[in-house]
């Protein structure tokens, strides 16, 4: 089976709808997929009714943002409850910060660049999570740069002097709140370096003492020391090992399946479910 169960549509930060991800996610020949919109569910019904339209296994996912100390950390959550109180609480406070810090740093950018806050809402569109990726396109969109990723290098990286940090729960207590609502934990490119700092051993330790159930350990933001490092801490761990593309449509490079979860991964993630 070809697995991958990390995606986004324009719900968040990717560029189809919910049902086109699940077209393009059966055209490449997967046989599951997950969406894993940035702090939001609000995909999943339209997600699902084209995956099982198509015959294609779908995974009802969050990509939860979170934070040890100043490390900004992404935390996917596999079928977590939707009415679950605590975590939705988290996800509402995390989207009202969201859409405040981005028009902070649209005052910033604009001073340097030609822009506005209603060129980032028309970028945006109906999606449920405003954030850099659309502050990006709106750049692109006026002229100042070519792609989204040539703008997250340029202006939007996490030491830029148009950053503005957002709230974001304690990782440790995003990872109960998902086990709570009876999701199961992975830990998104926790070895992405070139995004900003990435945690400790420790705090993987700890996290997997909390109830982290996975680390997605093959991702196209970790180099080889990092897959060597991250597959250790999964087995000294009992962690599961994932595998997944984090796909944006035409938002970024990265290509549907380009990297896979097991059968055996996916079978022991299943296990967990609450």
Known sequence: MRIDLHTHSSVSDGTGTPAQVMREAAAAGLDVVALADHDSTDGWDEAAAEADRLGLGFVPAIEVSARDRWVSIHMLAYWPRRNDAGLAEILSLTREARLGRARSMVEKIAIDYELAWEDVVEQAGGAATVGRPHIADALVARGHFRVRDEV???????????????????????VRAIRSAGGVPVFAHPGAHARGRVVSDSVIASLAAAGLAGLEVDHRDHDANQIERLGELAERHGLIRTGSSDYHGMGKLNRLGENLTSEAAFEALVAQRG
């Open 152 to 174: 997250f290098v340029e202006v939007l990286h996490n030491s830029s002097p148009y950053y503005v940090p957002h709230y974001a729960p304690d990782v440790h207590d995003a």
